[in-house]
Each structure stands twice: as structure tokens, then as C-alpha cells.
């Protein structure tokens, strides 16, 4: 399919009205005309004539009224029409009760890069912790040369840093290795979130501290009823990780980890322990209950895969999906096809667009800020066709040389020979796995404008 021009010429049109007062219906009659030529040179929706609008042609209610005070809110909150966009959760990625589970977010509702605090995505293994931040202590010992307990106060007194970094699950999608199991965007690709967050470099506290030479490990430990404890190997310590309070210019959420929570960029969301209480370091991993019994892959060996913490490159298409269809599109309207690429590697480079389920593509565009373990926007401009069925599917490429690959790719990359796929299910790695699933995503764009999550396979 080829690439689409969206470069239109536009003329500019004037039209001179006499400092006569006009009525609102003949202001429409007079510029009528001129409406028309306009919009024949941007892309815009078909409408009907304004004079026949009622919400034009008529005061609004609100416009009547006071509003309200400005000490009405004193912590703002969303519009009332915006009730639909929340978080969401479904027994089906609980473990037993809603204190271990995750609650995702709107992501087909997003605009940029930032993910507003109240719509972050959630995920806990015993509930929400309430920490009072007079109490909160963190305890660093191990092998470092000073060990010490920091108050709250205390740590925010180190040179602070402020970087936008998403945060993704692990399990992100892995509900979707056999085939999708949601025709809905937020539920299989809202296991993430991308905020600004501000804190300190933990590089910064040691180079106070003293690390000693046989350090090669760091255990953070959380002081929820859970006490999640995740070993993170000491290159990544002294390269980015941090220790955040704050995020999108302010405190972090209850949920988030109030006060203190581990960041570490680009990694899995699992290893950015919350309610932190502890750092430890020490000359070998600790194997705490999340990096045996899960977070772990099982090879056709029956051995499994330990420590691999990156997210990969990925994608998906945004809008359209199940939840923004094309339903009440006109054969030869403009749309935006918009949608999100992030990798854990390093920075996106590239995303292409495919209209056939990945058989034939084309270049997309990179919008807004490109930064390194980051969401990044992308777009591309389409005419509609009325009654045409597509298969939207994107594939990302980052700076560090990957690129996102296939359903077929992904499975047999990790050991399922063609041959055997189906017929053993204990050595389907690629299909009874959980985490860390990249591969291309699509969606299928039905004759009449409706969206459905489906997987492309070649077997």
C-alpha cells in the first residue's frame, strides 16, 4: 500500500463583515459559502450546516449560570463527563482477591506521553500499603562502607533529578500468547504507564556511602504486608536506577509506593519495588520468592530463564481499537491512526504501519518528545474507505538495534520447533509462557468501522 501524502495546499480566505451587528443565523447564511471553501482544504469531519445546529444556535446552559467557586476543589478533579475514563480491573488477573491483582489503564485514552497520576496503572501483591512519611525509614546496610538509616527528610536532602520514564508489567499481553483473550485495548496492553518522576540517583547516595568492591547485587525490599523483594544486579544500580517521591510534580500516589518506591528504568515493573523500606547489598542474588517461583520463563529444557529484566521493544495501535472504532466514519474521510512505541533497550527509532496484518508496510510518524525508555507517540494520516476490512499492525525498532517482532518469531525464538508446536504443551515456551511478550499486535478494522483484537499466525 502506498504512502500517503497528507501535504494538502490550503487557500487562504478573507471575508470582510460591517461593524453592523449581525444575527447568529445570518452570520451562518453569509459565511456559509466561504465555510465551504474552507473546509474543502483541511481534513475535517462532514457536518451539517451550522444554522441547523442547535448546540451553535443556542446559549449553553453553563453559559447562563455561575460557575463554581474556585474554593471548590481544592485538589481539582476530572469533568463529570469523563466517568468512563478509569482504570479497570477482572477477576480473570487476580490472584484469589483484588488485593493481589493489577488495575490497568485507559491507554486508548491517553494524549501524549504522560500518564495522569489517578489513571497510573496499579499492581499489588497484598494491597495497598498507607505509609505515614514520619515513620518511613530507609535502611541501607550490606557491603557498604557506611551503613545508614535515612528518614524521609534525610534522603530528600541528596541532589535531586527529575526523568520521564514508563513503567510496563512484565505481563503485559501475556494473556495473549495463545490468542487474544480481550477485544479491548486497555486490558491487553494497559499493564503500563509512563510518568515524569523526580527522586535521586542511588549511584549519588553510595558515592556517600562507600560501596565495596564485592558488591555485584542490591535486594530492595518493600515494607507492605507482601515485603516484595527483588535482587537488581549492581551494574543497573550504578548506572540509572533511582529513588523516587515524586511523580508529575508531586507526591507519589498510595498506590504508586508512597513515600519511596524504586525506579528502574526500562526494566520490569516488578523489579520497581514499592513502599521501599531497605536496601541491601551483597555479592550474590537473593532468589526471593518473585524471581523463582514467578517472573521466570521455562525453557524447552524444562530450566528456566532467570534475571532477564529489560522490556522489550514493542507497539500497539491505539486508536483505532475495540473501545475507538471507526463506526461513524464516511467513505473518504481523513483519520489519524495514532499509537505508542517504548523500549526497555534504549530509545525508539522507527515504527512502521502495516494495513494487511504486517505483510507489506509503511513508515509512521514520530510525534512529540523522543527520549530513551520512554513512551513515544506516533501517528499516520488515512482516507477511510467505507466497506474495506484492514489489519492494522504496527512494529517497532529502537536504537539499539531491535526490532519487534512476530507472533510466529517471538514462539519459536524460544525453542518451539514448528513441528512440534501444539503437540507438547510442556515444552511451549512461546505459548504457555506469561512474560515479557513484544510480539506485533493487530487489530482488525471490520467493513463497517468496527475493531477486534486478532493474531496473525503462519501456521
Same mark, same amino acid.
Given at each position: ?28 447564511k ?20 451550522a444554522?441547523d445546529?442547535?448546540?451553535i ?52 485514552e ?16 497484598g ?8 515513620e518511613? !525509614? =530507609?535502611?541501607?546496610? *550490606? ?5 545508614? $538509616?535515612?528518614? #524521609?527528610d534525610? @534522603?530528600k536532602r ?11 508489567c ?13 477485544n ?41 504486608n507482601s ?5 537488581v ?8 536506577a ?18 519511596? !518506591? =524504586?525506579?528502574?528504568? *526500562? ?5 520497581? $519495588?514499592?513502599? #521501599?523500606?531497605? @536496601?541491601?547489598?551483597?555479592k ?10 514467578k ?5 524447552p ?43 526497555g ?12 496484518g ?13 527520549l ?48 512440534n ?21 493487530t ?17
Amino acid at each position: 500500500m502506498d504512502k500517503i501524502d497528507t501535504k494538502k495546499s490550503s487557500e487562504v480566505t478573507s471575508l470582510e463583515i460591517s461593524s453592523k451587528a449581525l444575527s447568529r443565523r445570518d452570520f451562518f447564511k453569509k459565511t456559509g459559502a466561504v465555510s465551504a471553501v474552507a473546509a474543502a482544504s483541511v481534513i475535517a469531519p462532514t457536518v451539517a450546516k451550522a444554522e441547523d445546529d442547535h448546540a451553535i444556535m443556542h446559549h449553553p446552559k453553563w453559559g447562563q449560570s455561575w460557575g463554581d467557586p474556585v474554593t471548590k476543589n481544592r485538589y481539582g478533579i476530572p469533568s463529570k463527563y469523563e466517568h468512563n475514563v478509569t482504570r479497570r480491573n477482572t477477576k480473570l488477573l487476580a490472584s484469589g482477591n483484588d488485593r493481589a491483582s493489577i488495575a490497568v489503564a485507559p491507554i486508548h485514552e491517553s494524549d501524549g506521553i504522560i500518564t495522569p497520576n489517578g489513571l497510573f496503572f496499579s499492581r499489588c501483591h497484598g494491597g495497598t500499603a498507607h505509609v505515614d512519611p514520619k515513620e518511613f !525509614r =530507609l535502611m541501607i546496610n *550490606g557491603l557498604v562502607e557506611k551503613p545508614i $538509616v535515612l528518614t #524521609l527528610d534525610q @534522603l530528600k536532602r541528596y541532589p535531586r533529578v527529575t526523568r520521564t520514564h514508563f513503567i510496563e508489567c512484565p505481563a503485559n499481553g501475556g494473556q495473549e500468547w495463545r490468542k487474544p483473550q480481550y477485544n479491548s485495548l486497555q486490558f491487553a496492553k494497559g499493564f503500563m504507564s509512563c510518568a515524569e518522576w523526580t527522586g535521586v540517583y542511588i549511584k549519588t547516595i553510595l558515592e556517600d556511602l562507600g560501596l565495596k568492591p564485592e558488591a555485584k547485587w542490591m535486594l530492595a525490599e518493600g515494607s507492605d504486608n507482601s515485603e516484595m523483594g527483588r535482587s537488581v544486579p549492581i551494574d543497573k544500580v550504578l548506572d540509572d536506577a533511582m529513588l523516587v517521591w515524586g511523580q508529575n510534580g508531586e507526591a507519589l500516589r498510595p498506590e504508586q509506593g508512597y513515600p519511596v !518506591r =524504586l525506579l528502574l528504568p *526500562g526494566w520490569e515493573g516488578n523489579l520497581c $519495588v514499592k513502599w #521501599l523500606k531497605r @536496601l541491601e547489598f551483597g555479592k550474590e542474588p537473593w532468589y526471593a520468592k518473585e524471581e523463582t517461583s514467578k517472573y521466570t520463563a521455562l525453557t524447552p529444557t524444562g530450566k528456566a530463564v532467570q534475571h532477564f529484566y529489560a522490556n522489550e521493544v514493542n507497539s500497539t495501535v491505539v486508536i483505532p481499537s475495540p473501545e475507538k472504532p471507526w463506526t461513524d466514519l464516511k467513505d473518504g474521510d481523513w483519520v489519524e491512526i495514532e499509537g505508542l512505541a517504548w523500549s526497555g533497550m534504549g530509545t525508539i527509532k522507527r515504527v512502521d504501519l502495516s494495513f494487511d496484518g504486517g505483510n507489506n508496510y509503511v513508515e509512521a510518524n514520530i510525534k512529540g518528545l523522543v527520549l530513551p525508555k520512554c513512551w513515544t507517540r506516533w501517528s499516520y494520516m488515512h482516507q477511510y474507505k467505507k466497506g474495506q476490512r484492514l489489519l492494522l499492525t504496527s512494529r517497532a525498532m529502537d536504537d539499539a538495534g531491535f526490532v519487534q517482532p512476530t507472533v510466529d518469531q517471538e514462539v519459536f525464538g524460544y525453542g518451539v520447533k514448528k513441528e512440534n508446536y501444539g503437540k507438547d504443551k510442556t515444552k511451549g515456551m512461546g505459548v504457555e509462557s506469561v512474560y515479557h511478550r513484544n510480539a506485533i499486535e493487530t487489530w482488525e478494522v471490520t467493513a463497517n468501522g468496527e475493531v477486534n483484537h486478532v493474531q496473525i499466525r503462519t501456521i
